[in-house]
C-alpha cells in the first residue's frame, strides 16, 4: 500500500511535469475515465446475471425417444 509521503512525492512530481494549469485538466479526464470504466463494468455484470438468470429459469428441453432402425435383412441377389 502507499503511504502517506509517496502520495505527496507522486503529487509533486505530477505538479512539477505537468504544471498548474494543466492539473484540473488531468484529474478531470482521470475521473471520467473512471466514471467510464466502473458503468461499463456495472454493464457488463448487469448483462452476464441476466444471462445467468435467464439460464436458470428455462426448462431444459424435452429428451427425444431414440428411434430404432429395423434389423437390416440381406436381400438375395438378383441375376441379371
Do not use: C, H, S, Y
Amino acid at each position: 500500500m502507499i503511504g502517506m509521503w509517496e502520495t505527496v512525492a507522486i503529487l509533486a512530481v505530477v505538479l512539477i511535469l505537468f504544471g498548474a494549469k494543466k492539473l484540473p485538466e488531468l484529474a478531470r479526464g482521470l475521473g471520467t475515465g473512471i466514471k467510464e470504466f466502473r458503468k461499463a463494468t456495472r454493464d457488463v455484470n448487469r448483462d452476464l446475471q441476466a444471462a445467468f438468470d435467464d439460464v436458470e429459469q428455462e426448462p431444459p428441453p424435452p429428451a427425444q425417444p431414440k428411434r430404432k432402425l429395423p434389423p437390416k435383412t440381406e436381400e438375395p441377389e438378383k441375376e441379371a
